[in-house]
Structure formats: C-alpha cells, structure tokens
C-alpha cells in the first residue's frame, strides 16, 4: 500500500457529486401523500461500468431478482441508470412482480436511450402489494427531462427513496491522486442510501447508490464494493432482521479521467478509490445505525482479542443484537452484565477470566470480574450521542466493529402502528 | 408405545404435589424489600435420583458450575435438596463466587444432614455482584424448620424464585400407570418455574424444578428431562437473549411405590413419565413466553413443510425472534410480509413460491403470494389472548412449534428502567 491519501469530505455532497452523473426525484403516485417524493432516477451520461450487492434473504424482491439478472449474475456488469420507487417493495408478488420490474426497465431504457439491461431498479414499501406500472409511465418522462447533475438532483433522489428514515442520507469525498498514471486528477466518490433498520419489509430496506467519476473497470468496481459492503452495510445492525430487497449498487462514470486506461484491482489508483469507497460506506452506514427506528443514539460495538474472525464477528453482532443490551443504553444504564452474557451466547470461544468490557472508555469488567467505576462520570456520558462498548475477548488478535442504535419506546410505536 | 395415558392437571399443583417433597421460601436478605420472598428450598424426605440441564451460555455462573459438577459433570446424580436465592445471580464473580456457591452446598447440607454434593444451587438476580453468605446461614434454618408438604409450600417457593416475573409459575398432573409393573399406582409430576424473558442477566434468567414420585432411575430421569426441555424451555424465546444462570434440574423420590423397582429408559411406564414431564414443562414454558416481559400476547409459532428438522427450527426461530413480528403482534397488524422476510433470512432451504402463512388460522399467503382476507375478522381475533402463526415452507415433512411473546412499550420500560 502506497502512502495513504487524503480524503477531502464535500460539503453537500452526494449522488451527483461525481462527474458523469444526474439524479432527481418526484412525487409520482406510489405513496398517498403528495407532498412526499417516490421515485429516483439515477443517469450516468454514457454507459457506466458498474457492481451491485443485493439481499440474501431467500424472499427476495422481484427488482432484486431483474437487477442481479441485469449485472449478469455475477455483480457486474454495464449500467447506464438507476430507477427506485418507494412506498411498495414489489416484494411476495410472483410472476406479476417479475413482469411488472422488467416493464420498469423498458420504460426507462426508452426514455433514455438505452438496453433494458442497462437499467437497474430497487423498490421499497410495503410487501405482497402489486407495482402498479402508471406512476413510471408518467412520471418517468418528467423526472427524467428534470434531472440535474447539482446538488439539488442529488438531494431530491436521496429524499426520494426514503420511508420511516428521518433524514435524507447522503456523502461525498474526493481526493487527488498519486497513482503515476493518473498524476493530478481528481476523483470523487458520493453516494446516498435509505434504512433505518436493517431490516425490513414494510418499509425499512436498505438501498444505497454509490457514484464515482474514476475509471474503475467492472471488476475493479465488484471488488471494491464488496470489500466495502462487507466493512460497512454488513456490519450495521437495527433490529436483527434483513430485508427482502436490500441493494447497493456502484456506478463507475471515468468521467474525471476520460482518456485515462481504466483502474483495475491492483494498484495506487485502485487502493485510493477503495479507501474512498470504503469511507463512503462507512459514513452512510453510520448514519442508518444514528437513524435505527426509534433510536437515541448511536452504538459502536468493538470486539478485540477474539480468537478468529468469525468468533469476532459473532460476539459483536451478539453485543449489537441483543435487546437487553440496547434498552440497557436506551435507559443509560451501564449494565456491562447484559453485554457478558450476550458474549456468553455468541459462541465465540474465551474463557471468562480474560474477558474485559468498557463501556464509553470506561473500564467497567476486568478478567471476568465488576470493576468499580464512576456511576456519576457514566451517566453524563450516557448523555453523548454516541456510545461505544468494546470487549476483550483475550483469546486472540482478531477484532472488528459493528454499528447498531439504542431500542427505544419509539421503535414499538414505529414498527407497532405501522400499517395501521 | 402403550395407549395413551390420560394425566389429570392437580389444581394448584406445584413442586410439592408429588409425594416426598417439602418445599418453603422466605425473605432471607439478598433483596431490599423485606416483603420480597428471595430464599427458597426444596427438599426431598430422602435422597433422590435427579437430573439437570444448565445453560450453554460460556459466561455461565457459579451456582451453575456448582450444581453441574454435584451431578457428576454428566447431568444427573443423587440429590437431597436445591436451593434457591433470587437478587443476586453470582455471575462474573469468579473464584470468590465459585467459593461462596460451594459455601450455600455446605451450610444448606450441614442443616439438613446430607453431604456437600447432595445440594444443588441456583441464583438468579444481578450480575457482577457477590453474593453474601449470611442470608444463607441466618435464613437456612429458619426455612428449613418451616418447609412443608403442603401446596402453600410450594407456593412460597415460586414466589422466592421470582423476579420480573409477574405471576408465580406452577403446574403438576397426575396419572394412573398402565404399566403391569406398578399397575393401578398414581404418580403425581409437579414444576415450578420462573423466567419472564428468556433472558438474561439482571432478573430475567430462567430456573425450574420439577419433582416426581415416580421411581425414575438417574439415566430415566436424564433422558426424560432432556428430551422435555429440548420440546419446551429450548422452544420458548422472549428476546433472542439466554442467560448465565439457567437451570432445569428434575428430582426423582420414588415416594409414590417405594417397594418397586426403579423405572428405566423403557418400557411403558417410562413412557407415561416422559408424557407426563413434558406436559408439565411445556405448560410452564407457555407460562413464561405468556409472562415476557411487557408482553401482552402469547405467539405459538408453528413451522410445517420443512427440509428437515434443522431447518424447521431456523425458520421458527427467525419468526420468533423477529422483533417486526413481534412489534406487528403488538400493534394487532396481520403484517405476514414480515414473516415472510424472517423465513427468508433464517437459512432454512425453500422456494418463495411454495410458501403459506395463517396468522390466527386466518390464511394470509399462498403460494408466496399476498390472499385477500377479511381485515376486520382478524382485527378482532388479535384481541385474543393467544396468537397462533403458522407457516408451510412446502419443502418437505419437518415441523417445530416455538413459543413467544409481542414486543411492547413495557419490554423497554422493564429493560431500560431497570437497574435505576
């Protein structure tokens, strides 16, 4: 690895802060409500290189299905356009939905000008309910002769997919390049995603859009987006439960170095665009954990000392998952007894005399055992944002993070009254 | 298997139904409140053929490594008495918790006169505090002297046991052996337990007992009780959390045909024991989803059609543990397309396209695809007490059943509010 660059962070910055791309949003008939946004379209000038990573969950979406069709099923392949609807998931809809996502993506390619399989499209909503095709035959033609490459276009995309989020969510970094065949230029990556849980149907999917102007090649673009995914969106948790029709996808323009060869997976030019990608992901991922249904705050959950990366993994997304650890935060209580035992139940393997636990810095568990701390000093950190929780497994050198909120009164309300 | 037996439910029944067993409970002093019962004993009139099963949680508790070496490391062996305390659950206390769990064997044996690893413990309380050897030595013998054969005596040892629960959990059934061997002789399973979460550490830790006057052998006795758990206490989840502390132990005495020989792992009357066990500890774990915390419904969660048995059980399990099923309960929304979604994550093998959920007997899916049902009908049938959720994966011939509750504002008031 080369010295590290610098990524500068854009003020404003989102889908349309790369070179090469329009974004915009309107309300076109989906949701109920006029004055809420339901349809984003994301264009790259020309035919983009590009990677996609979708759900695992078996029920998965009909747009889903199309999407992984259209990047060849293997995460690849060349894309001109992103269409996302919100307010139905086209999830649980059989052959119809099949139908009725495919028709999607003739309707836009006509309109701009390309394949149907350079068109990639995500829904999010309410599942089991059909995608009515009226609200892209209609409002395609006006959002697409209405897109911009401003921030604003960025802004009204981002608004555009959001359901039970609270915030539009949306990052951009750009840095100059020290990689000798691209001297001087300057890339920039952005992007915007939905969720606010991990989660799930109704309306809680995580889709995420990522654009950069640097030449990445198809592969190029799949390795650095998974990487990244895995590091990210992976490794952010709501409530345990994933959803039918998550999507991310990555467009690759090369508009900021148009002559230049394409990047491809090795390399100075390749580790910047994936520390770029990665801190992109990063950014938005934290932001679905800040904006979890119900949260109050954002909880980092850092596991060392595991004797693995899988034990690693698992004793942080038992931490991150546990509802007694997150009403335990919810209620400022720095209750490290709930975190032990989820540790206990993760199936990581320690021993429980090497185990330590600080909660906000504070070490609060020393080899198994209480240590006496400072409640007054623990309950005015309770009052930050952010709180973190890290364990010593003492079983090893593997480590990772994950992100999760708080489980608040709200998230019951939100999740409790939702349909009705 | 002999024709079924027919077991008779003992109104108010409970841990002293079965003849040979005193039992008692008093406010000793691990708790604040001096109206709090915190102490309990359950005692057999001579030593008894017992089994235990404990938690699998690697951050387990002292009393549960006390009580698992007293039974041999083998989880089963001869037992007088098990004791009890609720408060303080004398987890994450190491050596000084191991020596104070070993202390609460001796003085508990020195009273009754039997040996050291004749006594089991349990704890049950906050965790990462000591637990004080005087409650023991000053309220053993008082209780001691007053523990009784009498329902009253099992009642109060519910009570100590007790902790967020919100109602003493007990059940016993009688029955009259068909077996030629102790033809025409009524055996009497009675059980205690508490647990309103499944759950974790403050107070939510589950710990039962159950007796009977069956002349079970120690292998008998193993078996039985580790097949009931697997088919009950294993089968209820309240928020996906196990705990450090929980305990199952079965206590044989024999009392009810003292001159026959001892029931082995066959033959007709183990039969009617392993029938009468299970109901017992189905009935009380039903008791504990009904008692989680802030619940308001009891969910039995069934899962037909699978791939096989592993299957069925990560698929029950998703839909049990979802906290968006759950909440969707709460909130009374027939919201199958969470369901659905927890299916998919769960790992179990299916095509979307076989796939049918009945919520409330009510069908709700087919096919994989949204049934109109009559929205009114089920709005009324969620007023029930008990909701029923059944899903067919269509892909074979396993089946599971899960007990759960919703998820509601009490949950993070209880869990949140808790240590404060």
């Known amino acids: 690895m080369n010295e590290p660059i610098e990524l500068q962070e854009l003020t404003s910055g989102g889908v349309t802060s790369a070179a090469g791309f329009k974004a915009g949003g309107i309300h076109s008939g989906f949701r109920r409500d006029p004055k809420r946004f339901d349809l984003a379209l994301i264009e790259a000038d020309d035919v983009c290189c590009a990677a996609g990573t979708f759900t695992q969950n078996a ?8 999407s992984r069709h259209h990047l060849n099923d293997r995460g690849s392949g060349k894309v001109r356009a ?15 939905g099949l139908t009725a996502a495919q028709r999607t993506t003739s309707i836009a390619a006509d309109i701009i000008g390309c394949t149907d399989d350079e068109v990639l499209v ?24 209405s897109i911009s490459s401003s ?10 997919i959001m359901t039970t989020d609270t915030f539009a969510k949306e990052y951009a970094v750009s840095w100059t390049s020290h990689d000798p065949a691209y001297e001087g230029t300057t890339f920039t990556v952005g992007g915007m995603v939905k969720g606010s849980g991990m989660i799930m149907p109704n309306m809680a999917t995580m889709i995420a859009v990522l654009t950069t102007d640097a030449p990445l090649s198809e592969c190029a673009a799949h390795r650095a987006l998974s990487a990244s995914v895995a590091q990210s969106f992976n490794r952010v948790t709501v409530d345990s439960d994933t959803s039918t029709n998550d999507t991310c996808i990555l467009l690759a323009s090369g508009a900021a170095a148009p002559k230049a060869s394409s990047i491809d997976v090795s390399g100075c030019a390749f580790d910047e665009c994936m520390a770029a990608i990665k801190r992109v ?70 021993d429980q005399g ?11 568990c020393r080899n198994g055992l209480a240590v006496t701390f400072d409640e007054d000093k623990a309950l005015k950190q309770f009052e930050e944002p952010e709180i973190t929780i890290d364990a010593d497994l003492g079983a090893g050198s593997s480590s990772t993070t994950m992100w999760t909120c708080d489980l608040s ?12």
């Open 354 to 364: 090497n185990v330590s636990i600080d909660m906000m810095g504070i070490p609060v």
């Open 151 to 160: 921030e604003q276009g960025g802004h009204d995309a981002a608004h555009a």
């Open 59 to 66: 029920f998965c979406a009909a747009p889903v299905i199309v």
């Open 409 to 420: 009164h709200d998230y019951i309300r939100i999740n409790g009254d939702y349909r009705s």
């Open 281 to 350: 992901c990063i950014h938005l991922a934290r932001c679905i954990a800040r904006d979890g249904e119900g949260s109050t705050k954002l909880i980092t959950v850092t596991v060392n000392g595991a004797a693995d990366d899988v034990d690693a993994n698992r004793a942080a997304r038992a931490i991150a998952n546990s509802p007694l650890v997150k009403t335990a935060v919810f209620g400022h209580d720095a209750n490290w007894g709930r975190i032990a035992a989820a540790l206990g139940k993760s199936g990581a393997s320690f």
């Open 82 to 96: 992103v269409v996302i609807n919100s307010g139905i998931a086209n999830a649980a809809t059989g052959e119809k």
């Open 122 to 145: 995500a829904s999010t909503g309410v599942i089991g309910k059909f995608l009515p095709l009226d609200p892209f035959e209609e409002g395609l033609p006006a959002l697409h002769s």
